[in-house]
């Protein structure tokens, strides 16, 4: 039931998203281009309904809160309302600023009401963390909010990412799919067949929105997917370890470095962290001579590559993972570095391995 399922749901997206370019034309739901954006002509966006409702159809046929278990002390059918309808709130939010482009403070606001439902009356929160050399650290009264802004912070990196065809949506995709390969492995099934249902979906859809895109998927289908991957992330991977709590971060790595270098970059440059700007990664890509389609398919092979280091890091010991990390982050400063992702003349660690790597090659000349 369940692959058949999955097959319903893609051929869903498949069919629902010419009905919503149509109907994004007709609420006024369209992107202008301008300097700050890639595309050249105005495009429909709403995109992101048809993922929602191909959802809604395998959640309705499969009901994963009744017939899949959490693998934790939580009612997996509690957890499972809470979801959806925070699902709702965000999909509601996405929706309005897609037509009206509401307020940074109006969207914020109804990610904050939509991951509320869902910590509150689904009982999610990070409570407890077990760290790797002993003891533990418990949040307390703090778990709560703690676990809201991780769900924000998620739900806002994907948002981030949106800037080129098909960029956002198989990105998520494949985080997606790595969360539900975890899942599996971890028994936790409801985690692993919801991220199915909706990487399917997002899958069906990318058929549309990728280069050269057709339709955007717009904020409905960004929030929408940053959501549901912030809540999954925590199902899938809450009170275990400090260790654990890494995983969800390296499947995640693309988005939430993407997001964690804008933070930099704009306190560096001394601008508002709302700012817009044309520096984020696909950007840079695009800037040193990659083409459209070659960026988004370089940064869809950075996603894989974490998602692969997030499954080997699951398998390793204590002190393998710790070097996991360690080469993880190297890497991402070197390319940041060498792309620019903060600015251009941001390059220490680039700058100490040439200071390093001078004194012995001046070395060897004599």
Known sequence: ????????????????????KKLAFVVGATDQPNQR???????PRLG???????????????QPGKNFDLATMVSSEKVHWAFVIGSLFI???????????????????????????????????????????GGQIDFGYLSIPITMIWIIG???????????????AGV???????????????????????A?????????????????????????????????????????????????????????????SDTFFAIIRRLVNKQPLSAPDK??????????????????????AMSALFGLAAFIFSQATLWGSMIIIAALLIVIEIIVEKIGLVRDDYKPLLNFIKKGMKPANEKGRY
């Open 1 to 20: 039931m369940l692959y058949i399922t999955l097959i319903i749901c893609f051929f869903a997206a498949l069919l629902l998203t010419p009905l919503v």
């Open 91 to 133: 999909i509601i939010t996405g929706v309005m600023d897609d037509i009206k482009e509401i307020s940074p403070k109006v969207k914020l606001l109804g990610q904050i009401f939509a991951s509320f439902i869902v910590v509150l009356f689904g009982d999610l929160s990070v409570g407890v963390i077990n760290l790797p050399f």
């Open 172 to 194: 998520s995709t494949i985080a997606l799919f790595t969360i539900a390969a975890m899942a599996y492995f971890m028994g936790n099934p409801y985690v692993m067949v919801v």
């Open 279 to 300: 520096s984020h990664l696909h950007h840079c890509l695009l800037r040193i001579g990659f083409s459209h389609k070659q960026t988004v398919l370089l940064i869809y």
């Open 37 to 43: 954006k890639v595309h050249q002509k105005i495009m």
């Open 48 to 62: 992101g309904l048809a993922i929602y409702l191909s959802f809604l159809i395998g959640v309705l046929i499969l």
């Open 196 to 256: 199915l249902i909706v990487a399917v979906a997002s899958t069906g859809f990318l058929v549309f929105n990728f280069h050269p895109a057709k339709i955007f998927m717009g904020d409905t289908g960004a929030l929408f997917l940053g959501y549901m991957i912030g809540v999954l992330s925590l199902l899938g991977f809450k009170n275990v370890t400090f260790i654990s709590l890494i995983i969800p971060i390296i499947i995640l790595g693309v988005p939430i």
């Open 154 to 168: 998620i739900t806002n990196a994907i948002n981030l990412i949106d800037g080129l065809d098909g960029l956002a």
